[in-house]
């Protein structure tokens, strides 16, 4: 079993819909959740990280944390073609270098 | 991608022949890292130094696989021999240093595609 697993898609939606990924994972010892987007033929950028459970926005995107339950989201609302990307979350222990990724959501918005 | 260049951007090769990728950070850094995408496992982290020095090579396949960084805006990964199965997109990751969130921002390159026959 990976110790991240996120579910590859794809996934296509209308413009403007919500966008709903997510991530579960088995090590309990992750603290630290990041979101990478990745255009094709393109290197992955940080979207957005969080440290521990709760919630945090910006803009349209909303990264979620329960700990409790092992599983992170990331919501866009009011998605636009130009979203069309490559979705992978991330997450590390506390002082630890080492990123284990989720395989990543490839996601297309239909204008 | 600008804080990382990464060349070449596409490489094919045959098999057996030394291929050689390249990494320029041009923002600073603490933290340099080398990962592999493939389709069929993602990314995986090859290697990763500090402040120049090799701190982790366990995700290194084999002996065939080499990483070199001579200072601190130059990084190199080596295969000799390679072989098909390296066929993958390389990238090369920066990290400042986990400063006050803790958390690991990561600038990667545009990555390398490598292309062995």
């Known amino acids: 079993q990976k110790e991240v697993e996120q579910d590859p898609g794809p996934l296509s939606v209308p413009e403007g819909a919500i966008v709903s990924l997510n991530c579960t994972y088995s090590n309990s010892a992750f603290q630290y959740f990041m979101w990478y987007r990745q255009y094709s033929r393109k290197g992955p950028e940080l979207l957005m990280y969080t440290y521990s459970s709760g919630n945090k926005e910006d803009g349209r995107f909303t990264a979620q944390v329960d700990k409790s339950s092992k599983y992170i989201s990331l919501f866009i609302r009011d998605s636009q073609p130009s979203d069309s990307a490559t979705y992978l979350c991330?997450?590390?222990?506390?002082?630890?270098?080492?990123?284990?990724f989720g395989a990543g959501t490839t996601v297309t918005v239909r204008a | 991608d600008a804080g990382v260049i990464q060349s070449p951007r596409h490489e094919v090769t045959e098999m057996g022949q030394e291929v050689t990728l390249r990494c320029k950070p041009i923002?600073?850094?603490?933290?340099l890292f080398w990962y592999r995408q493939t389709m069929m496992r993602g990314l995986e982290l090859l290697i990763y130094?500090?402040?120049?020095?090799?701190?982790?090579d366990s995700g290194m396949p084999e002996d065939r696989f080499s990483a070199k960084m001579p200072n601190a805006s130059f990084s190199t990964l080596k295969i000799q021999p390679s072989e098909p199965r390296d066929s993958a997109v390389y990238f090369c990751?920066?990290?400042?240093?986990?400063?006050?969130?803790?958390?690991?921002?990561?600038?990667f390159g545009a990555g390398s595609r490598l292309t062995v026959l």
């Open positions: 990751a920066i990290d400042p240093g986990q400063g006050a969130s803790g958390a690991n921002v990561l600038t």
């Open positions: 923002s600073g850094h603490d933290y």
């Open positions: 130094f500090n402040n120049n020095v090799p701190i982790d």
């Open positions: 991330a997450m590390s222990r506390p002082n630890d270098y080492k990123l284990s």
